[in-house]
């Protein structure tokens, strides 16, 4: 009898799990020889961080990322790295937020200005591509692949400026996908494999797989689900009652009503499951304080809740 696979919470499609399963190098040069095909891709090296700034909240580690979110206002590359003498940003997109094409403009201004140090010439600057996958069609075209370059509409003159902006469509129509990316489009949209189709597929599932298998990491994640379901329900609820400041007062409401027990559920999978991996309890308490915000007194009444 085939083993059962283990039940998957957040798949691919998940804008985190989707940075953290490619945070790799040989998964990066994967993807990309999907989208170039005829491109052979030599080297990679992922950036080591992503634009660190004090009120942006921006981290390299995706669980870290997700702890601050509750307190900080963030914005971070999804997956950015550097591959024969080009930049290359992906990003995942589950939901048409209709500001793709602002958000590329100001991806492509970071990652400038991240390429190029102070007093170095413009020449300098490498080629660069934000590349956004999509669940959705941007454009509504049925196609499944749309490229853009800065263009000169009145004579038909390209600029030369080495941007390019790709957007991927996984619901495109059937006849328009590119064979190299029927698997992953597949894949997306389903979240189903067929083992030994796609070895880049099969190496993404298995990670996704693992990362369901982290009970720190889902609690986590479950804390910061929690947190967005419930600021939508107390944005609409705030809608529905015609509040003068409903967005506002129904975002309190709902933080005052769900956030701290939201909080507790991530903290309670942390102490566990540090004490199970044999992590002192200072260590457990200074964890606490730094990712949850919490005080010395509130963290120690944590950790003896939760182990007694």
Known sequence: ????????????????????????????????????????????????????????????????????????????????????????????????????????????????????????????????????????????????????????????????????????????????IPKELEALFSYINEGKVNPGRDDFIDEVHQKVLELNGDEKLMGVMTLEMDRRMREDWAEERGRREGLVQGRQEGLDLGRQEGLAQGIEQGIRAFVLSDRKDGISESEIKGKLIEWFNLSEEDAEAYIKKFTE
């Open 1 to 176: 009898m085939d083993k059962k696979e283990p039940r998957i919470k957040f798949p691919f499609s998940n804008q985190t799990i989707f940075a953290m399963v490619m945070n790799d190098e040989g998964r990066c040069k994967a993807f990309l020889e999907k989208i170039f095909p005829d491109r052979k891709v030599s080297e990679i090296k992922l950036s080591q961080n992503s634009f660190v700034e004090e009120d942006k909240g921006v981290r390299a580690e995706a669980e870290k990322m997700i702890l601050n979110t509750p307190f900080h206002k963030s914005m971070r590359l999804d997956v950015l790295f550097e591959g024969d003498q080009s930049w290359y940003d992906i990003e995942f997109q589950s939901e048409n937020t209709d500001d793709i094409p602002k958000r590329s403009r100001y991806y492509h201004s970071m990652i400038d200005t991240h390429i190029l140090e102070p007093g170095e010439a413009y020449a300098k600057l490498q080629p660069c591509y934000v590349i956004f996958l999509c669940r959705f069609d941007l454009f509504g075209k049925g196609k499944a692949v749309y490229q853009f370059q800065h263009y000169d509409i009145k004579n038909r003159l390209l600029l030369g400026d080495e941007s390019y902006t790709i957007v991927l469509n996984s619901k495109a129509e059937a006849g328009s």
